[in-house]
Structures are given as structure tokens and as C-alpha cells.
């Protein structure tokens, strides 16, 4: 059974940091690509980071180029999301995904299995 379990949420003010985490088991998780995505009240889901399976290659959503970072520990089975510089419309719920299905890694088809989300709260 595939399970993604993230953690690392929070509340913080505007400026802060937060690391998130996302520790896999059930697949062969340094196998894959790996994605992040939010969700924001009344918004639809949306692409954040990806990384390829490698962990060489990383891509981000403009409104968080420079102020997020995807890591991947590929002996640990774990992802992680390094966000800094904060803001109020970074809240939202985060979560981790396991591309099975290739193509874009901003599309939310190409991904299989999804953690159960984690609550991100920024204040102004």
C-alpha cells in the first residue's frame, strides 16, 4: 500500500519559513518524479515544485521562483519543500505526489498517489 504523509505545516507571519516533508513507503519512491501542490480556499489545486527522480532537475511555479526550494533524500524515501520569505497568499493546504504517469510535471494528471495534505497558514 502506497502511503505519502506530510508534515512541517504550520502557522507563521508573513517573512517566516517553514520546511515541509513528505516521507513515502509502498513504492519505490527514488524511482520517480515527485511534485508539490496547493490548494487555497475557493481555489483550485495548483502546481507549486516538482522534481525529477534524479533530484537534479527541479521546476517551480513563478510565484514561488526564488523563494521556495524542492529537495529530494532519495536514501530516506523523503521530499521536502524549503519555503522562505512567506507570504498570506501562500496559505493554503500543501501536498506531495508521486508522478507515475509522466508527461508535465505541473499537471496534476500525471500523478498517481497524494498525501493527505498539510495545513500552511501565513498572516500578515
Known amino acids: 500500500q502506497v502511503r505519502l504523509v506530510e508534515s512541517g505545516g504550520g502557522s507563521v507571519q508573513a517573512g517566516g519559513s517553514l520546511r515541509l516533508s513528505c516521507a513515502a513507503s509502498?513504492?519505490?519512491?527514488?524511482?520517480?518524479?515527485l511534485g508539490w501542490f496547493r490548494r487555497a480556499p475557493g481555489k483550485e489545486r495548483e502546481f507549486i515544485a516538482a522534481?525529477?527522480?534524479?533530484?537534479?532537475?527541479?521546476d517551480y511555479t513563478d510565484s514561488v521562483k526564488g523563494r521556495f526550494t524542492v529537495s529530494r533524500d532519495r536514501t530516506k524515501n523523503t521530499l521536502y519543500l524549503q519555503m522562505n520569505s512567506l507570504k498570506p497568499e501562500d496559505t493554503a493546504v500543501y501536498y506531495c505526489?508521486?508522478?507515475?504517469?509522466?508527461?508535465?510535471?505541473?499537471?496534476?494528471?500525471?500523478?498517481?498517489?497524494w498525501g493527505q495534505g498539510t495545513q500552511v497558514t501565513v498572516s500578515s
Open positions: 509502498g513504492l519505490a519512491f527514488s524511482a520517480y518524479h
Open positions: 505526489a508521486v508522478n507515475t504517469r509522466g508527461g508535465s510535471s505541473a499537471q496534476p494528471i500525471a500523478y498517481q498517489y
Open positions: 522534481i525529477n527522480w534524479s533530484g537534479d532537475k527541479m
